[in-house]
Antibody, heavy 119, light 108 residues
Framework: EVQLVESGGGLVQPGGSLRLSCAAS????????MHWVRQAPGKGLVWVSR????????SYAGSVQGRFTISRDNAKNTLFLQMTSLTADDTAVYYC????????????WGQGTLVTVSS | EIVLTQSPGTLSLSPGERATLSCRAS???????LAWYQQKPGQAPRLLIY???SRATGIPDRFSGSGSGTDFTLTISRLEPEDFAVYYC?????????FGQGTKLEIK
């Protein structure tokens, strides 16, 4: 069974940094591109970032470009999102999601971790 | 950036009825790059449809997707109680993804 478990969320002050992790199991992690998607309280889904299977190619939403960095450790089956220069607009549940192999969608999702940016 | 606009914002129907949800793109989207998700309160999204019309694993056949170019549709042929949720369309383009704002399907 595919499992994605996010961690690292919490309360952070404006301008601060946070690193999220996503532990993957139940599938061959090294084969899959991975994503981060976020959802502000009561709002819709927003795609954040994507990384290819070997970690050499990344892409970002314009709203986080230059502030967030996606990475992965294939030896530990773990996905990361390093977030810096956080603002209140970054407050959201952050989901880790697996790419649908060979297609353009996300077919497995974690339960999310809440990031709150507030003083 | 391609903007996806979903309509209606809220759809009120009864179990057993047919639901038709629309997703319109600000410019043409390849059918291969259009997906639909379902999200229930407190849960992660669930992939329903990819490639505009292919059902994801385990998705009942009452869910179907269609469309091309700038106009896409998710149809639920006969609503079951568990289908009342928020639905999002998503597109991929220029190495990025964008979601529509969602349609809330509520029980009438």
């Amino acid at each position: 069974e595919v499992q994605l478990v996010e961690s690292g969320g919490g309360l952070v002050q404006p301008g601060g940094s946070l690193r999220l992790s996503c532990a993957a199991s139940g599938f061959t992690f090294t084969m899959y591109w991975m994503h981060w998607v976020r959802q502000a309280p009561g709002k819709g889904l927003v795609w954040v970032s994507r990384i290819n299977s070997d970690g050499t190619r990344t892409s970002y939403a314009g709203s986080v470009q230059g502030r967030f960095t996606i990475s992965r450790d294939n030896a530990k089956n773990t996905l990361f999102l390093q977030m810096t220069s956080l603002t209140a607009d970054d407050t959201a549940v952050y989901y880790c999601a697996r790419d649908l192999y060979g297609d353009y969608a996300q077919d497995s999702w974690g339960q999310g971790t809440l990031v709150t940016v507030s003083s | 950036e391609i903007v996806l606009t979903q309509s209606p914002g809220t759809l009120s129907l009864s179990p057993g009825e047919r639901a038709t949800l629309s997703c319109r793109a600000s410019q043409s989207v390849s059918s291969s790059y259009l997906a639909w998700y379902q999200q229930k309160p407190g849960q992660a999204p669930r992939l329903l449809i990819y490639g505009a019309s292919s059902r994801a694993t385990g998705i009942p056949d009452r869910f179907s997707g269609s469309g091309s170019g700038t106009d896409f549709t998710l149809t639920i042929s006969r609503l079951e109680p568990e289908d009342f949720a928020v639905y999002y369309c998503q597109q991929y383009g220029s190495s990025r993804y964008t979601f529509g704002q969602g349609t809330k399907l509520e029980i009438k």
